[in-house]
C-alpha cells in the first residue's frame, strides 16, 4: 500500500519546526508550521495550497516570507490557518513591505484565525496591494478543512499563548489490485486515478467509467463491478502535529483525543526529564513527557522535534527517555533511528 501522505521533516530536530506533508494523487502538498524554509526546493512550496501554523513565535513563522517570495507571481490562493491574532501578524508582515507595480499579480492569500468558538477570516489580493477585507466569520467545532480525500482537525492548547495542534486524516484508503487488474486484462492508465477520486468523493456505483487501452479503444464498466473486482479498501491515514504545549491535564486531555490511534505523532520534545521544571516554566515538553503523550494516544510511531541547543550531541538522550515512556516506536527526523 502506497500512504497517501508522505511527511518530510524540513530543518532537523534542532531547527526550526516545519513539516511539509506531500499528498501523493494531488500534486499538492500542505505545511504544518512555517520555520525556516530555506532548504525547501521551490517546486515543493510551488505546490504548498495549505499552511497550518501552530502559532507566531518567530521560530514558528520565520519561514512566511520566503513562501510568500515564492508563490508571489502565481495565479492561485495560499490558505493560511493558525491561532487568534495571525490575520493581525500576516498583515503586519505585509505592511512591512512595499506593494506597487503588482497590479498584474493574481495571487490571493485567505488566512483564518481560530479561536475556540470561531473561524474568523481575512482575503488579502496582491494586485491591491495586500489590502485587508475581513470574511464572515464562521463557527469552529474542531475541524478546520474538509474534503473528499481528508480532513484536518485541530485543539487549543496552552503554551502562554494560544497554540494549535493539528491532526490529517484520510477517512480510508483505496488500494487498486495491480494482479487481478493485469488478470482481468485491464490496462494500468489516468483513468485509476478518476476511479479513486469518484470512490473518495462518494458517488454511486452505479456511475459508468470509462476504461481507455493505449491505441484508442475504450470500453464502460460500472463503478460497481470494478469495486469487486479491483478495489480493496482499508482504514487511511492519521497524522497529528504538536508544538509547542505546557504539560498540563487540559493539554494532555485534548492532545490525547487529537491524536488517537494516529500512525505517526509528531511533537515537540524541548527539554529533557530532568528539566521538567524548566520546560513547565517555559510551556514546552520533556521528551517523556512526549511518550507519555503518545501511549495514552496510542500512537503507532512518536517523532520527535523541537530540541533545545542547550542538549547539542544529546540527541539519543530524548529518543530513550521517550522510548520509555511510549514503550512503543519513536524516531528521531534525520537521525539513524529515521
Ligand atoms: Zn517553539
Not at 489580493?125 to 478543512?145: I, M, S, V, Y
Not at 493485469?182 to 478518476?194: K, Q, R, S
Not at 491524536?259 to 510551556?283: I, P
Amino acid at each position: 500500500m502506497k500512504p497517501t501522505f508522505q511527511m518530510q521533516w524540513v530543518n532537523g530536530p534542532w531547527g526550526d519546526p516545519a513539516l511539509l506533508v506531500r499528498i501523493r494523487w494531488a500534486r499538492r502538498a500542505l505545511l504544518f508550521d512555517l520555520g525556516s524554509m530555506a532548504t525547501v526546493p521551490s517546486g515543493d512550496l510551488l505546490r504548498v495550497s495549505e499552511v497550518f501554523v501552530s502559532h507566531t513565535h518567530l521560530d514558528h513563522f520565520v519561514g512566511f516570507d520566503h513562501l510568500l517570495r515564492t508563490v508571489l507571481g502565481r495565479d492561485r490562493i495560499l490558505s493560511l490557518f493558525g491561532p487568534p491574532g495571525i490575520i493581525g501578524n500576516v498583515e503586519g508582515k505585509l505592511r512591512g513591505y512595499t506593494w506597487n507595480l503588482v497590479q498584474g499579480y493574481p495571487l490571493r492569500l485567505e488566512v483564518f484565525e481560530v479561536d475556540p468558538d470561531w473561524i474568523r477570516g481575512a482575503h488579502f489580493a496582491c494586485k491591491e496591494a495586500f489590502r485587508r477585507q475581513d470574511l464572515a466569520a464562521r463557527p469552529f467545532t474542531g475541524e478546520l478543512w474538509d474534503e473528499p480525500g481528508f480532513r484536518i482537525r485541530a485543539a487549543h492548547l496552552d503554551h502562554q499563548i494560544p497554540c494549535l495542534a493539528f491532526a490529517i486524516e484520510e477517512p480510508f484508503h483505496i488500494n487498486i489490485d495491480k494482479e487481478r487488474l493485469a488478470g482481468l486484462d485491464l490496462p494500468v492508465g489516468p483513468w485509476l486515478a478518476e476511479l479513486k477520486a469518484k470512490i473518495r468523493a462518494g458517488v454511486g456505483d452505479e456511475t459508468q467509467i470509462p476504461v481507455g487501452w493505449p491505441g484508442g479503444r475504450t470500453e464502460t464498466f460500472s463503478l460497481g463491478e470494478l469495486k469487486g473486482a479491483i478495489i480493496s479498501v482499508t482504514p487511511g491515514q492519521k497524522m497529528a502535529y504538536v508544538t509547542d504545549a505546557l504539560y498540563s491535564p487540559e493539554n494532555v486531555a485534548r492532545l490525547v483525543t487529537l491524536a488517537k490511534g494516529a500512525d505517526a505523532l509528531y511533537c515537540e520534545a524541548a527539554y529533557l526529564d530532568r528539566h521538567a521544571s524548566l520546560a513547565a516554566e517555559r510551556f514546552h515538553l520533556t521528551a517523556r513527557q512526549a511518550g507519555l503523550i503518545a501511549r495514552q494516544a496510542e500512537v503507532r510511531r512518536l517523532v520527535l522535534f523541537h530540541f533545545s541547543p542547550r542538549y547539542q550531541g544529546e540527541t539519543e538522550a530524548f529518543h530513550r527517555e521517550a522510548r520509555e515512556a511510549f514503550g512503543g516506536w519513536v524516531t528521531v527526523p534525520g537521525g539513524h533511528w529515521d
